[in-house]
């Protein structure tokens, strides 16, 4: 008997390249353990929801523009609730979440950073690596914890920088790698086969 696939949402904010490649990896084959039953988007034009209507996923929008965090993180968590989500992907989620939404899906929400955490934190990330002068970086997917990209890192992946690195070639370099990693991620979630153990993720 095959066990039945876990609903998952991916939360967008804009153009779901990284939902494209989750929703991919999903179709492929029966053995993946996640189907995205939920695509949500905090803003109406996100060009992610389109891609979601192109696969038959449903879409919802809980617009963010001038609710009070509290309230639209409640409103998401009702939402997610009444859908039977079980897994949470953010995408391009351009929202801090709440202490208590995030302890209410703790463990079952993760999200992915265009760096190689814990370097690099928060936004420009590409334009800083450059500026930085690294020749490594990459991008992580981790489990979503009240704190910024601090979360509880799952899996990582790396990409070199050369002297004539542009912000946007680190960009697409990182992004390619980034649609490979999340859909492994999401895929060992579901499966449960990872365990946190305080600030460390180890295969169950």
């Excluded at 955490?117 to 489990?143: D, I, M, Y």
């Excluded at 009240?146 to 990409?159: N, R, S």
Aim: proline share 6%; hydrophobic share 45%; net charge neutral.
């Amino acid at each position: 008997m095959i066990p039945a696939k876990r609903r998952t949402a991916v939360l967008i904010s804009g153009r779901g390249s990284n939902l494209r490649a989750l929703i991919e990896a999903s179709e492929t084959g029966a053995d993946y353990p996640a189907r995205i039953a939920l695509v949500l988007s905090n803003k109406p034009e996100a060009e992610g929801l389109a891609i979601a209507r192109e696969h038959g996923i449903e879409t919802a929008v809980i617009e963010s523009k001038g609710k009070e965090r509290a309230a639209f993180d409640a409103e998401m968590h009702a939402l997610l609730q009444s859908k039977g989500i079980e897994l949470v992907c953010l995408a391009g989620f351009m929202r801090l979440l709440t202490p208590d939404f995030v302890q209410a899906w703790y463990g079952r929400m993760i999200n992915i950073h265009p760096s190689l955490l814990p370097a690099f934190k928060g936004t420009q990330v590409h334009e800083r690596v450059v500026a930085a002068g690294v020749r490594v970086t990459g991008c992580t997917v981790h489990f979503v914890s009240p704190e910024m990209d601090e979360g509880p890192i799952i899996l990582q992946a790396t990409v070199p920088v050369p002297p004539d690195a542009t912000a946007e070639s680190v960009a697409a370099a990182v992004l390619e790698q980034e649609h490979a990693l999340y859909p492994q991620a999401l895929k060992l979630l579901a499966e449960g086969k990872l365990v946190i153990e305080g600030q460390r993720v180890r295969l169950g």
